[in-house]
């Protein structure tokens, strides 16, 4: 087993990714004479940098030429005798893991790892931006913004896939006066789906690849349900005539597939009869609001965050930290990622560089301890401080 980190493979599928964009890299990338190299020079670094590393790590395979590395990204990542393969796990990566496919370049799951480990700013698209500004805005005169806000969000979380046009009339009862200007923003967030689909993910409900029998998707949740639907049913069939267009791929992985977590949750505390309020004050108190209950006069701001790694949990809240953009939140995590050494690592891991305060918990847990407090009586402050 080798030693270099989960650091090291995320910077190896970030080169993998270069090598597939512009095919005149690899070109410069294997040439030998020094405008090749020049023009390539940050692949040639990494190549070397690569070797050296493989040198000083006892049973690691050593690629002698760029060749030999390509088809090392061919290969388990288990089988490179690089890397620690007890911090892989750690972080929840699969060390079955290949990089690069023999027949459609970088694999689906190498960049669905590579997309958590890089969205810690959690960078929305321009379109929810200006919806959120343009409701923060019209708040002041206009309360229902708040309301309004939450059904335009959600519409996109439930509707992944939508027929040609969005139905105007419906919208506008929705929306009211302000119906042209959330219809307009909704047409921005979706687009004409071109090629041939025969499902859906049965996790994101968006379109499913299938290529050469191999099935991708945009999350690592996605890879887990359609590995436990292997049939894929009709219930997940694509409906050529029904479904015209689909969310754009940065509004389904940065509001549609965080969005059902955070839906999710709030189905779960209205099941066990508490009052909540989605993204409340616009986003600005995280992602749910239970509101006052049993003898308690305190509201619960609750943050949801579903990232498979705690290392790409933590580093999200470190650089809201550095930003003073870490909300007064409770952090949630979906039950089946929360483990008890999921938190425990999140919390060294932000405890090290310098971040305490931070309150991390699984949505069953938030769910037990709301419950607990309401039985018997105690103070929301006693558990949720």
């Known amino acids: 087993m080798g030693t270099s980190t989960h650091e090291k493979l995320i910077r190896t599928i970030e080169v993998a990714n ?53 088809e090392l990204l ?10 620690n393969l007890q911090d892989l796990e750690q972080q929840k990566i699969d060390t079955d893991l290949i990089i690069l496919s023999q027949t459609s370049g970088v694999t689906q799951e190498a960049n669905n790892l590579l997309h958590e480990f890089n969205s810690s700013e959690e960078i929305e698209a321009e379109v929810i931006l200006q919806v959120l500004k343009y409701c923060r805005k019209h708040i002041v ?23 040609a046009k969005h139905r105007n009339r419906s919208i506008n009862k929705i929306f009211g006066r302000d119906g042209s200007f959330f219809i307009e923003m909704l047409h921005e967030c979706y687009e004409n ?35 436990s639907n292997t049939g894929l049913d009709e219930k997940y069939a694509f409906n050529e005539r029904k479904h015209k267009r689909r969310t754009l791929e940065i509004i389904q992985r940065t509001t549609v597939i965080p969005g059902l977590q ?14 909540i309020v ?9 992602d749910i ?7 308690s006069k305190q509201v619960i701001n609750i943050d949801v965050k579903n990232y498979s790694s705690p290392i790409a949990l933590a580093r999200k809240l470190l650089r809201d930290s550095d930003k003073s953009n870490l909300k007064d939140c409770i952090i949630a995590v979906p039950s089946d990622k929360g483990s008890n050494s999921y938190i425990n690592l999140t919390m060294r891991y932000l405890s090290d560089r310098g971040l305490e305060g931070v309150t991390i918990k699984r949505f069953q847990t938030i769910i037990d301890e709301l419950k607990s407090i309401r039985k018997e009586k105690k103070d929301v402050s006693d558990i949720f401080a």
């Open 193 to 227: 789906i071109i090629g041939s689909y025969k499902r859906i993910c049965p996790h994101c409900g968006w379109t499913l690849k299938i290529k050469e029998g191999e099935k991708s998707c945009l999350s690592r949740d996605c890879i887990e349900s359609y590995q």
């Open 289 to 295: 609001q239970i509101l006052p209950f049993a003898n």
């Open 141 to 163: 005169t206009d309360p229902s913004m708040q309301e309004k806000y939450v059904l335009f969000r959600t519409y996109l979380i439930r509707n992944p896939l939508v027929e």
């Open 74 to 83: 061919q290969k388990p990542i288990k089988d490179w005798g690089f890397f």
């Open 278 to 286: 989605l993204y409340p004050n616009l986003e600005a108190d995280g």
């Open 18 to 70: 270069e090598l597939e964009k512009n095919i005149q890299n690899l070109v410069f990338f294997l040439g030998d004479d020094r405008e090749s190299t020049k023009k390539s020079n940050y692949l040639v670094n990494f190549f070397r940098q690569f070797q050296r590393e493989s040198l000083i790590q006892e049973n690691s395979k050593f690629p002698g030429t760029p060749y030999e590395f390509l």
């Open 262 to 275: 955070e839906l999710k949750l709030a189905e779960l505390l209205q099941q066990n009869k508490f009052e």
